[in-house]
């Protein structure tokens, strides 16, 4: 009856056993979830993997994550799924039973490696294909990606974070150098000198402090007792305190 039922020859049922399985159901942990601020069921969800080895049950994985997460969470909105390799060759095999999905616009697979052109404009692509650049040629691709982020912004503050960040990934990438012997590879200890980038770690040091004074306030400490704490004038605090109850 069944396979009548949708349109398939009775006498497959000779080829099928029937039966009711019980799923156990084990814990999984998804890279990242890229949630909509707001309500709005027009806006994706995105779930992003991240696969640097090699893993022939990487997909069957994935899968089960986003299906569990829609089960549980049960949104109202479309999704996407990118997994992101560092190349190709890394990829496993397609599942037979997920072709559909993955040659589907559910599944977007993005390899670090094969960028091309975006990755010459882009500062963030850049960041992220440095991960994996050569040990030959990542210290010159930070360089530029260092000198791009020198006049592309010039709010000095966020020079600062991008510079840190692609100083982060090189640390990573060169695990026998000291952080020292990074700086002077890219050139970061004649940057670090300079007013402007002295001023910007001030300013950000200034602004982490100013972020703490609400929580302080909750402890139920004094204006000045958060004063001292933070080495702030107490005019600065009162200010930070007055336009948190406002």
Do not use: C, H
Not at 106 to 114: A, I, K, P
């Amino acid at each position: 009856m069944f396979f009548e039922l949708i349109g398939q020859p009775e006498t497959d049922a000779n080829s099928y056993q029937f039966t009711s399985i019980e799923l156990k159901q084990q814990a999984f942990r998804l890279d990242g979830v890229f949630l909509p601020l707001t309500d709005n069921p027009n806006q994706s969800i995105y779930f992003l993997e991240v696969q640097f080895q090699k893993d022939e049950a990487f997909y069957q994985r994935v899968f089960a994550e986003i299906f569990l997460y829609l089960f549980q969470y049960q949104p109202i909105n479309d999704w996407r799924a990118v997994v992101i390799f560092p190349r190709r060759s890394l990829e496993p095999n397609e599942p037979r039973p997920y072709r559909l999905l993955l040659n589907s616009p559910l599944v977007q697979r993005v390899y670090l490696n094969e960028l091309g052109e975006v990755a010459e404009t882009s500062i963030g692509v850049g960041i992220v294909q440095l991960i994996v650049e050569s040990e030959n040629t990542a210290s010159i691709k930070a360089r530029q990606l260092i000198e791009q982020a020198k006049y592309q912004f010039t709010d000095a503050l966020t020079q600062q974070e991008i510079i840190e960040f692609i100083e982060t990934v090189v640390i990573y990438k060169f695990p026998r150098l000291s952080r020292e012997e990074v700086e002077a590879m890219l050139g970061l200890d004649a940057i670090r000198n300079t007013r402007v980038f002295q001023e910007a770690r001030e300013e950000g040091k200034l602004e982490g402090k100013l972020e703490a004074i609400p929580e302080f306030l909750k402890l139920g400490l004094s204006l000045e007792q958060i004063a001292k704490a933070l080495k702030l004038e107490i005019d600065v605090v009162r200010q930070a305190a007055e336009k948190q109850s406002s």
